[in-house]
Structure formats: C-alpha cells, structure tokens
C-alpha cells in the first residue's frame, strides 16, 4: 500500500498546475445560471480545450489526452486548488460521455465528443418528470416511432432540467413502449433543445439564479442517429450515468480539500474562543482527508479491474454531507455578515451562495433517502420492501 | 500509487480470524471477563508465534520487519473479536522501547507487557496479567509496579495505577511520540474492527427479527440507521491506512490524531444503532454485543480523547485562537 506518484504523474500535475496559474480568470466568472455567466463559462469551457485540459481522460482523437486515472484525481485537485470556474460542460462531460463511450455509435461519438470538450455543445440532462423523482421508473414522457421519418415523436413534460436555459442540447429517458412497465420499455434519446415542438420554461431557483427548468415536448422528432443504446434499453444504459454522478466523476476530491483549505483560511481571520467551533474546523479538515483518501482507495479499485457499483451510494451520501457541514461551519464564523450577498468588496460573499448550492446535494443525483436504501439493500443485503416501494 | 491492501495483508487477517474463532472467539473475552485469564493467555502465545508482537518491528531485531499497515490490519481483527489483554502496549508501543532483552521477550510471547503514559494513558491495562509493568515518559522508560485494579466499563479491562520504581531509561522524545502514534492507530483499529462487528451483528439479527409480520430490516427507519453506519466505517477507514503511512513522517501527527477521532466517531455510532436494531436483548450480559458495546466506549476516551485529537489537528492546522 502506498500513495506515491511517479515521476511522470508529479510532471503532470506541475504542468496543470502551472496551466492553471496562467489561464484562471483572475476575477470569478458571474453565475453560470445567468446568460452572461453562461457565455463567459463557454468561452472557458473553450480556453481548457485550447490546453487540452477538458477531459484529460480521454483518447487524443476527442480532445484528451489520454491520461490515466490517477491523473485525472490529479488534475480535479489542482483545478479545485486553482479557484477555477465551475464546468458549464460537466452534464456532457461527466454524465453523457460516459454513456456515449461504452453505449454510443462511432458516429454519435464523433459529432458529440470533441464539441463537448471545447464549449460549442453544452448539455442539459433530462430525467425528472413532475410525478417521476425518486422514484424515476415511472417516467410517463413517451416517445412515439415515425416510420416515415426514420425516427421517433417526443411528448410530455420534464423537469428540474440542469443548465437547460441555455444549453444547446439535451439527454433523457422517454417511454417508447407505452405497454410495458417501470423500467422496461424505455429509451434514451438525444435532442436539440431548439428543436420544433420543445419548449423551454425557466424555474427561479430560492437563491434567484435559473439553473434548472422545465421542458414541454410536444411531438418532438428525433432521428434514429440520435437513439443511444437500443430503444427499449434506456433504463440500463441510463444508470451508467447514475453511477458516474453519484461517485467519482461529478464531485472530486479536490473540491472539498480546497474547500476545507478555505475554511481554515477563515478561520484563520475569523477564530473564536469557542473550542466547539475550532472542532468543528478540524472536523471539516477529517472529512475532505478522508474523502480524498477514499479517492484513492477508488481509484486502486478500479485499477485492478473492480468496480463501484453501490459504493458510488456510500459515497454520495458523505459529500453531499460533508459539503453542508462545512459550509454551515464557515457561516457560523462569519455570524451576522454571513447572510450579506454580493456586496463589493465582500469576498465572504461565495460561503452563503456555496452554501445554498450545498443543501442541494442531498436531492439531487438520488436523493440521500435512496442513496440509503441502496446502502441497507445491496450493499448490507437487507431484505427489500416493508416500505410501500414497487418491487420490479 | 495503490491504496489497497496486498493480498499477504489479506492473508494476515485470515490468519488472525481462524486462530482467534478456533480459541473461542468471543469465549476468550467472556472467561477473561470473569477473572480466568488462561485461554486469554493461550491465545496470546498463539498470536505471538505467529509474529504479532513483532510484526513492525524491524528484522535485524527479531522482528517481521512489517509496516504500520500490516499493524492496523491486525489490530482491526483483535476489536472484531473482542480479544481481551494489553495488546496495544505489548505489540504497538514498547517494542521500539524497550531493550533488546524485554524486547525478544514480548516478541516470542513470554514477557507479556503493559505501560501508563501520563497525561495521555493514566491507567494500565491488565496489570495483573502483565509480566511487566512500565511507565513511558515524554523521554524516558522506567520499570513500574501496579496498584490495585479497578473495572473498567469493559468487563474484560482492569485498570492499574504505576508507581515507577528503579532507574528511568531516557529514550529519544521523537522515538516516544511514535511509539505513542503506533499505539494510537492500533486503538483506531481495534475501533474499527469492532465498529465493522457491531455493524455485522446489528444486519444479521435485522435479517431474522420479525415485528409486525416482516423482518425489522425491512423498514427504513432501521435501514437508514444501518447504512448511516456503513457509511461512516467506510470513510473511517482509508484515514487509519493513510495513517499507517504517515507514520512517523511530518504529516503522522494530525494523520494519526484524524485516524482516531473518525474511527472513534464511527464505532461510538456503530454501537447505539447496533443496540437500537437489537433493542433489549442487545442490553443483557447473555448477549455479546455488550463486549463490543463497552470495549469501543473504553476505547474512546483511551490513547488520546477526542478532544485532545482535534487539538492536536488544530495545533497543526489553525492559527491559534487570540
């Protein structure tokens, strides 16, 4: 057992790092859920595909490099450490191109992979409907076969979809067999968010911003090209991505070390008599080590041909915690000024909008109900049911 | 780059399981508990011939010549069990202490050693069982003599005050601060492992206890609980191996006081949701999810408190409060 790197991976962290110095906006970018912040998190997006740090992972014909996994944890630390932007592109990069990777023809792979990478296709995902959240399977949004066309009709209504406002493309489940049930008879399917017959409302969010809305399809054709895996497997394909963002991809390591790193940083401005409080800075610091460590442990899994499956559970639940507990810490050393927003020259200003980003952690990617549930029943091997649930 | 245990290290821990379940598993602690401490001592003898005492120490001196690591696996398995006797201070804190003729002693079983750290570890474990007694100041040994025991919370632990007697070896401060380090993390361990069976329990008895027509695992309200535990031992964990390997590096103070503070935080849950699923069976001397139940309270407030960790961290990490 060991946490050494090569030579080659120290080389490789050095050079992002330096990258990185070079090219952060040195001013943070405005939200990315306003139409300025967006087009300034685009044209981002863009500079990363100009040193090629998009998706470090990926083969070079897409716009990567083909780095291992262990550089790519190393580069999530160090574009956290950075203060870089948050990923207008993550629903592409994280949650899709995984899926386009093991499930996507050559010719999917090759419209959309490289326009992921550099900003020009930015993703919204599309999973949720006003009556299937948790308990997704229930999807009632159909899509219907246009033999005609070669292709099929889109209908009904999606919502809480991330970055829709002002993506250019979206992804999501669609029932193409309307007799068969819950997880069965679903397809994914990829679509123009301009497309004729798709209509795109904005949902304000409680900190004012527009980072989800809903989606109203009404006969919306999408080609055969555009299918991802085989109709009526969308439910398999889809929870690949699941996977992928409840574990390793959406939240690396680096995000909370930094944040951790920040804490201490106020409270190093900010102390106070009250050992609780200094105890409650050092148990923020535990849980972001811990959480790297687990990274690691992660990433030797993989390595040797393992896989996360319902760990990805164990360790949604602990972000999604930790980031909470963190902020609310920073917050309560900031006290009175803690709830001023945006005011100039308040740099403290970030804690409250990260915090309210954090207290969406437990709902969404699977709320931390279900995430719980995954736990007890796969992992525990506790009995299934006694709860109200469809069993399927 | 692997954080991942070898597969000798998985053998190791077989290892330690099949000697341990075949003495009695549990038996050993509940006889132990009751004053007979001889299958305790046939277990040690066990363990000893299987290199435990030895197993981090360095093999020009007897030892295994193994890795904090190797320690943190084993130790892991003795909180499993519930295995009663001063494990922590024979195999994890003195063999770097004391000298070379103690040493071969504690290596091969026959010396079985205790030892108080005042201000850290006032009391001794086991005295009564120990053939030596030691007293471990911040820069130096000196052989002691036990005073009465006193119970502990955990039936199996006897409680001794040191009073030192004869000539004080001085001993390098940074050679006892590891040593006490090591200590530490063979006490995060035991806190693991018996975190990991308190969760083993709490499931199985889930699975097999009706209430209103179904098993009680089926509700969610237990079930949560349940994974609420998982999920805390499974972060505890990579912070007791990332520990092992800052053992005595800059970095091995705050690694091993983390390793500690999240190891402890996890068993102490661990132990009220395994009561609570097992609800009052759970709470009799007939069951032995009270062995588990005291030894990881003991083992809280032993090597170090919570408080005294976070300080620790806090020393390290945070400008001092003005």
Known sequence: MNLELSDEQQAFAAEARAWLAANVPSAPLPSMDTEAGFAAHREWEAKLAEGRWSAVAWPEEFGGRSAGLVEWVLFEEEYYRSGAPTRVAQNGISLLAPILFEHGTDDQRNRYLSAMTDGSLIWAQAWSEPGAGSDLASIRSTARRDDERGGWLLSGQKTWSSRAVWADRGFGLFRSDPAAQRHRGLTYFLFPMDAPGLTVRPIAQLDGSTGFAELFFEDVFVPDSDVLGAPGDGWRVAMSTAGNERGLSLRAPGRFCAAADRLIDLWNTHQQEDPFAQDAVVDAWIKAEAYRLYTWGTVSTLQDGGDIGAEGSVNKVFWSELDIALHETALDLLGPAAELRGTPGMADGRWMDDYLFSISGPIYAGTNEIQRNIIAERLLGLPRGGDGRRVS | ?322
Request: include cysteine; glycine fraction near 10%; proline fraction near 4%.
């Open chain 2, 1 to 322: 780059m692997k954080f991942a245990l070898s597969e000798e290290q998985q053998s190791l821990a077989e290892a330690l399981d099949e000697i341990i379940e075949s003495a009695g598993g549990t038996k050993v602690a509940r006889t132990w508990a009751e004053g007979n401490t001889a299958p305790g001592a046939a277990l040690w003898s066990q363990l000893a011939e299987l290199g435990l005492f030895g197993l981090s120490v360095a093999e020009d001196d007897g030892g295994m010549g193994g890795t904090a690591v190797d320690l943190a696996v084993a130790f892991e398995r003795l909180g499993y069990h519930a295995v009663p006797g001063p494990y922590i201070e024979s195999a994890a804190l003195l063999p770097e202490l004391v000298d070379s003729a103690v040493r071969s002693g504690i290596l091969d079983g026959t010396v079985v050693a205790t030892a108080a750290v005042p201000g850290l570890v006032p009391y001794a474990l086991d005295a009564a069982a120990a053939s030596r007694c030691f007293v471990v100041g911040p820069d130096s040994l000196a052989q002691a003599s036990a005073g009465p025991g006193t119970a502990s919370v955990d039936r199996t632990r006897t409680l001794s005050e040191l009073t030192a007697v004869g000539q004080e070896t001085a001993l390098d401060p940074a050679a006892v601060e590891q040593a006490i380090d090591r200590a530490t993390l063979a006490c995060s361990a035991m806190l693991l492992g018996a975190g990991e069976r308190l969760l083993e329990e709490a499931v199985s008895y889930a699975k097999i206890r009706e209430q209103f027509g179904r098993a009680i695992g089926e509700y969610q309200a237990l079930k949560h609980q349940l994974a609420d535990v998982r999920i805390a031992l499974t972060f505890a964990r990579p912070l007791i191996y990332g520990a092992a390997l800052d053992l005595g590096s800059p970095d091995g103070a705050r690694s091993i006081s983390a390793a500690k503070v999240a190891s402890g935080d996890a068993a102490a849950l661990a132990a009220r949701v395994a009561l609570q699923v097992h609800g009052a069976i759970g709470y009799t001397e007939e069951h032995d999810l009270g062995l588990w139940i005291t030894r990881v309270r003991a083992l809280l407030g032993a090597w170090g408190t919570p408080r005294h960790h976070r300080s620790r961290i806090a020393a390290v990490l945070l400008t001092p409060a003005r």
